[in-house]
T-cell receptor
Framework: KNEVEQSPQNLTAQEGEFITINCSYS?????LHWLQQHPGGGIVSLFM???GKKKHGRLIATINIQEKHSSLHITASHPRDSAVYIC????????????FGPGTSLSVIP | NAGVMQNPRHLVRRRGQEARLRCSPM?????VYWYRQLPEEGLKFMVY????????ESGMPKERFSAEFPKEGPSILRIQQVVRGDSAAYFC?????????????FGPGTRLLVL
């Protein structure tokens, strides 16, 4: 069993739809990242969470430490949101090593 | 304040050659992490370095791979005698501190292609 899992693996949505991507993990963490990677592109850090909820524009990220679960929501989705979204946890070691989820590939159709 | 810089962005090598990937962390950051993303696979941790020290190299292949972060200059990931299976995107990230989930800032990556 992977230490970090994401669902769904692939997601196709119509423009304007509300999107939710889920992340669950099995290790103790000090924080969780949501990352965005466009095809052939670099990695952008969207959020870093250690508790509660954060909002940035149309993106909302929540985390429940007790349940070891986080969600990334995209409101009013747009084709430019098409990318791979990666959940990454920062483990509770002295080195803060990052463990990545497998990613969710999102395609938003006009 | 420039972000994390990596060069080259693309690197082509023939089997048996050496590849050197460079990472300049954000100004003031003394912690560097290297990650590898193989084709069709997720990101995997390789090594964590502080200035002049390798802190955790548990993700590094045992042979042909080495990393350094000298007192002056960028961090270098070196791959000797490259093989086709080394073709991947290599990302580095830097952070200011560790502990408490300090944000890591990612570079744009170096895409290595081994012919």
């Amino acid at each position: 069993k992977n230490e970090v899992e994401q669902s769904p693996q692939n997601l196709t949505a119509q423009e304007g739809e509300f999107i939710t991507i889920n992340c669950s993990y099995s290790v103790g963490i000090s924080a969780l990242h949501w990352l965005q990677q466009h095809p052939g592109g670099g990695i952008v850090s969207l959020f870093m969470l250690s508790s509660g909820k954060k909002k940035h524009g149309r993106l909302i990220a929540t985390i429940n430490i007790q349940e070891k679960h986080s969600s990334l929501h995209i409101t009013a989705s747009h084709p430019r949101d098409s990318a791979v979204y990666i959940c990454a946890v920062i483990g509770k070691t002295s080195y803060d090593k990052v463990i990545f989820g497998p990613g969710t590939s999102l395609s938003v159709i006009p | 304040n420039a972000g994390v810089m990596q060069n080259p962005r693309h690197l082509v090598r023939r089997r048996g050659q050496e590849a050197r990937l460079r990472c300049s962390p954000m100004k003031g950051h003394s912690h560097v992490y290297w990650y590898r993303q193989l084709p069709e696979e997720g990101l995997k941790f390789m090594v964590y370095l502080q200035k002049e020290n390798i802190i955790d190299e548990s993700g590094m292949p045992k042979e042909r791979f080495s990393a350094e972060f000298p007192k002056e200059g960028p961090s270098i990931l070196r791959i000797q005698q490259v093989v086709r299976g080394d073709s991947a995107a290599y990302f580095c990230a830097s952070s200011l501190l560790i502990g408490g989930g300090e944000t890591q800032y990612f570079g744009p990556g170096t895409r290595l292609l081994v012919l």
